[in-house]
């Protein structure tokens, strides 16, 4: 058996981090009542990663959350729902392992 348990939440889900590409899930997740806090295309990484929130947000607990510099944008927003929200020293790069500091 494992000793490591899952980082699920606790209550209902009140927003998520994700990017809107896809309208139809986004209008799915707006239907259920869950805030969409939208990631924004970060220009260094390729092309098919540039709006992954895996790559820009770490949901660590219930109360703390780490995000990379070039998603700054995303730290007021995430305040209003999780109480320490961390900005990361390293800056990202867009060649591997750099590209993916949050990525866990």
């Avoid at 947000?57 to 927003?77: G, P, Q, R, V």
């Amino acid at each position: 058996m494992s000793k490591f348990l899952p980082n699920l939440p606790i209550d209902d889900v009140k927003a998520v981090v994700m990017s809107v590409e896809y309208e139809s899930i986004s209008k799915a997740i707006g239907e259920a009542g869950i805030k969409i806090i939208p990631t924004k295309p970060i220009e260094k990484f390729y092309p098919f990663e540039k709006s992954h929130a895996d790559m820009q947000f770490f949901h660590y607990s219930n109360d703390t959350a780490f995000i990379l510099k070039e998603s700054l944008y995303l730290k007021e927003e995430l305040e209003k729902y999780i109480e320490n929200v961390i900005v990361i020293d390293e800056t990202a790069q867009r060649e591997y392992p750099k590209n993916v500091l949050l990525n866990a």
